[in-house]
């Protein structure tokens, strides 16, 4: 019985549910005629490996990885910083997309994880376009602000890392995005919990993080420095242009 509430309460089953599509058929024929067919063969290694991962929900979706890698084109991304890494999917899906001498600062608290998937980011050819940092992010950013140089010199940032400092990530990296420049809130409708009843059943750390993210979800909405457009590829994204 108790199994069954729990699985009865809000949140990410498994990784063919962090889509927030309704039908698992759709979102099968979506991966099945549009993203594997075109998946990059190291990406396809990369999340079969991941997925026998006892945390694999923490990977980033395939049809997301496709989003983020024709983004990353479209605006011509060469100098990216990424906040959470763990196996590397987006990683990788990130410095297959930027030019040979484009350059990924990837940060994460685990370089275990990292290194689960850098042979296979090493057999790809993309291992020199990427400077991993192990350590909390929040210093790092800091230490890169210090130097003014590094003001206004990515093209984009990727956040998919601890929900609770998702805001103080915002502050930081506004500040190092160009003008025009992009940055990607991953989780951003956190499982469809955003829109629960206060007494709906969630999973405990659905529960935990939600307000996190709500803070988070009001806040961009209210930022007048940037234009924002959330979209529902994934568990949520939330996409923000620098204006100022």
């Known amino acids: 019985m108790?199994?069954?509430n729990e699985q009865n309460k809000l949140g990410h089953k498994d990784l063919a549910h962090k889509s927030l599509l309704q039908s698992d058929e759709l979102f099968q024929y979506i991966l099945e005629t549009s993203v594997f067919p075109r998946e990059h063969k190291s990406l396809k290694e990369l999340r079969e490996m991941t997925e026998k991962h006892p945390r694999n929900l923490m990977a980033t979706p395939a049809d997301e990885g496709q989003f983020l890698s024709l983004l990353l084109k479209l605006i011509n991304a060469k100098k990216t910083i990424e906040i959470g890494v763990y196996t590397g999917y987006s990683l990788l899906s990130t410095?297959?997309?930027?030019?040979?001498?484009g350059k990924i600062l990837a940060m994460d608290v685990s370089r275990e994880y990292y290194e689960l998937g850098l042979p296979i980011i090493q057999k790809a050819g993309v291992e020199h376009k990427i400077d991993f940092r192990e350590g909390p992010a929040l210093p790092l950013l800091d230490e890169l602000l210090k130097d003014e140089k590094n003001k206004g010199s990515f093209d984009f940032v990727f956040v998919d890392a601890d929900k609770n400092n998702y805001?103080?990530?915002?502050h930081?990296?506004?500040?190092?995005?160009?003008?025009?420049g992009l940055i990607g809130y991953d989780n951003t409708l956190w499982g469809?919990?955003?829109?629960?009843?206060?007494?709906?059943?969630?999973?405990?750390?659905?529960?935990?993080?939600?307000?996190?993210?709500?803070?988070?979800?009001?806040?961009?909405?209210?930022?007048?420095?940037?234009?924002?457009?959330?979209?529902?590829?994934?568990?949520?994204i939330t996409l923000c242009r620098r204006l100022v």
Not at 95 to 101: K, V
Not at 172 to 180: A, C, Q
């Open 95 to 101: 410095a297959l997309a930027i030019p040979h001498d």
């Open 172 to 180: 930081r990296v506004i500040e190092l995005v160009k003008v025009g």
């Open 192 to 236: 469809g919990s955003v829109v629960a009843p206060p007494d709906a059943p969630l999973m405990d750390y659905v529960k935990h993080y939600r307000g996190y993210i709500l803070e988070l979800n009001k806040y961009l909405a209210d930022d007048s420095r940037i234009e924002i457009c959330q979209l529902p590829v994934g568990d949520g």
């Open 2 to 4: 108790a199994a069954n």
């Open 167 to 170: 805001l103080n990530y915002h």
